[in-house]
T-cell receptor
Framework: AQSVTQPDIHITVSEGASLELRCNYS??????LFWYVQSPGQGLQLLLK??????LVQGIKGFEAEFKRSQSSFNLRKPSVHWSDAAEYFC????????????FGQGTELSVKP | AAGVIQSPRHLIKEKRETATLKCYPI?????VYWYQQGPGQDPQFLIS???????DKGSIPDRFSAQQFSDYHSELNMSSLELGDSALYFC????????????FGPGTRLTVT
C-alpha cells in the first residue's frame, strides 16, 4: 500500500547535538517530498522540499534533507539543535497525478534537553 | 507578501450545530485544498478546488460540504457537528494543481462541545 512512514514518534536530543528525523515512502514513482514543522497549536511551516535535481536540499532554520532513491527515504537533518527547534515535524509527499494534495506522515515530536 | 487567510481562527460550537470556515487564497492562486488535523494526528486531506470546480475528494464526511467562489475564496460548511469534528482545519492554496508555490494558512481551530 502507498504510505509515508515516520518511524520515530518521539525523539529527545540535547541542545547542540545533531538531529536526524527519518521519513520513508512507499510509492511506485519518486514523489515530491516535503518537510513541515508545527509548533503546538500552530500552523504548518515549510522547512524544505525536493522536486528533482540535487538530492541534498537546504531549507530554513539550518535544516537539510537528503533524498535517497535506493532507500525511498527523505531524512531531515540539523547539525546542532536549538531549544527553539522543539516541535512536531511532518514529512509529506505529493504525487504528480494527485493534483497537488499532500499525504502526511504520522509526525515526529522533537524534544530538546537543555 | 500576502499569505493564505483563514477565518475565523478559533470557533466553538455545540454538538449538532453548523459551522462555516473560510479560506482566502494568496492573490492569483486559483486552487484551494482543505485538510483536517485531529488532536495528535497528522493532517488529512479533505477536498480541493481548482478554478471553482471540485478537483479531488478525500475523507470528507457527507455532513461537510465545500465550494469555491468566483473570487477563489473557499468555504467549508460543516453540519450536525460531532465531538469528533474538533480539530485544526487548514487550507492551502496554489496556482494550478501544483506543488510549486503551495502555501498553508494558519488554520482554524474548531472545538465542538
Amino acid at each position: 500500500a502507498q504510505s509515508v512512514t515516520q518511524p520515530d514518534i518521539h525523539i529527545t536530543v540535547s541542545e547542540g547535538a545533531s538531529l536526524e528525523l527519518r521519513c520513508n515512502y512507499s510509492y511506485g514513482a519518486t514523489p515530491y517530498l516535503f518537510w513541515y514543522v508545527q509548533s503546538p497549536g500552530q500552523g504548518l511551516q515549510l522547512l524544505l522540499k525536493y522536486f528533482s535535481g540535487d538530492t541534498l536540499v537546504q531549507g530554513i532554520k539550518g535544516f537539510e534533507a537528503e533524498f535517497k532513491r535506493s532507500q525511498s527515504s527523505f531524512n531531515l537533518r540539523k547539525p546542532s539543535v536549538h531549544w527553539s527547534d522543539a516541535a512536531e515535524y511532518f514529512c509529506a509527499v505529493g504525487l504528480s497525478n494527485q493534483g497537488g494534495k499532500l499525504i502526511f506522515g504520522q509526525g515526529t515530536e522533537l524534544s530538546v534537553k537543555p | 507578501a500576502a499569505g493564505v487567510i483563514q477565518s475565523p481562527r478559533h470557533l466553538i460550537k455545540e454538538k449538532r450545530e453548523t459551522a462555516t470556515l473560510k479560506c482566502y487564497p494568496i492573490p492569483r492562486h486559483d486552487t484551494v485544498y482543505w485538510y483536517q488535523q485531529g488532536p495528535g494526528q497528522d493532517p488529512q486531506f479533505l477536498i480541493s478546488f481548482y478554478e471553482k470546480m471540485q478537483s479531488d475528494k478525500g475523507s470528507i464526511p457527507d455532513r461537510f460540504s465545500a465550494q469555491q467562489f468566483s473570487d477563489y475564496h473557499s468555504e467549508l460548511n460543516m453540519s450536525s457537528l460531532e465531538l469528533g469534528d474538533s480539530a485544526l482545519y487548514f487550507c492551502a492554496s496554489s496556482s494550478g494543481l501544483s506543488y510549486h508555490e503551495q502555501y498553508f494558512g494558519p488554520g482554524t481551530r474548531l472545538t465542538v462541545t
